[in-house]
């Protein structure tokens, strides 16, 4: 019983991976579980051959498909799919960001592996990375879309290329210019919600690139906006009931570490696992 309730918590439930899968007539073997938690799973597989004409290897994520204490949520795991497809036909073109492949099951997609490190991998970088990460922010926002989550140090890939990607739109928005009933209040809302990301950027750059950010940017960064502020007084606390809560399921067994699952940075269940961090 104590397993069946544990296995709740993730989006997959009970169900595991499956060691192989075919997109576009080709096999692909199960390579990596990078990610599982309660709303999505994330998989890598490679091709089972090897060629030019088609991709090394595909990420399959998938929705939240399980029960929850008898609620069925599966409609929310397509629905959370759809968006996150929707915002990446959006920026199809846009290279450093996902490509999107094809649909996958009832609450899956499939996108194209980027090769590289997430910068929870990484120590440093230097300023023609942020530089180039800038560039890449100004692309998306000009597509009408604001990211949300440049805060979180694993949805940047530092590519093996040495070029940036961003990765993971699942709380991206789009806002068109008739979200609100005028056009200029629309544009207004997009850019205030967009400069949450220009700080975010220029948070990560502080972390990685010290020494390269410029007057404007430290100006900009030192300025919180009252977005910024008002996300704080929500965020810090939750963060810090999330984390006891995850450290009292985990310490106490009540939720089980799923093995060769490759977690690392805030998403590791193995740093709930002990009753200190």
């Not at 997009?190 to 690139?209: E, G, M, N, P, V």
């Not at 699952?261 to 269940?269: H, Q």
Request: hydrophobic fraction near 40%; proline fraction near 2%; charged fraction near 30%.
């Amino acid at each position: 019983m104590k397993n069946i309730f544990s296995k709740q918590f993730f989006a997959r439930g009970g169900k595991g991976f499956a060691q192989q899968i075919e997109y576009s007539g080709r096999n692909y073997l199960l390579d990596e579980v990078m990610k599982h938690d309660f709303f999505a799973a994330t998989t890598v597989y490679r091709c089972e051959s090897k060629a030019e004409s088609w991709p090394a290897k595909i990420v399959l994520k998938y929705g939240r498909e399980c029960h929850f204490l008898g609620m069925p949520l599966i409609w929310l795991g397509k629905r959370m799919r759809d968006h996150e497809v929707s915002v990446l036909r959006k920026l199809e073109g846009i290279g450093g960001t996902p490509k999107f492949l094809a649909l996958y099951e009832k609450t899956g997609f499939l996108y194209e592996y980027i090769e590289g490190k997430s910068l929870d991998k990484v120590t440093s970088l230097d300023g023609t990375f942020f530089e180039q990460l800038k560039a890449l922010l100004v692309k998306v926002h000009e597509r009408k879309i604001v990211y949300f989550d440049l805060n979180k140090k694993g949805n940047v890939i530092a590519g093996a290329d040495g070029k940036p990607y961003m990765i993971d739109f699942q709380i991206s928005a789009y806002f068109d210019d008739n979200f609100l009933l005028s056009r200029t209040a629309s544009k207004r809302l997009r850019q205030l919600l967009q400069r949450s990301d220009r700080y975010h950027l220029y948070k990560q750059k502080k972390r990685f690139a010290r020494n390269f950010l410029t007057e404007e940017e430290k100006k900009l960064y030192a300025k919180k906006s009252l977005l910024i502020r008002l996300h704080r007084m929500i965020a810090d606390p939750y963060k810090i009931i999330r984390r006891a809560l995850m450290r009292l399921l985990y310490s106490g067994k009540i939720i089980e570490i799923e093995e060769n699952v490759s977690y690392s940075g805030e998403t590791d269940p193995s740093r709930f696992a002990a009753k200190t961090d």
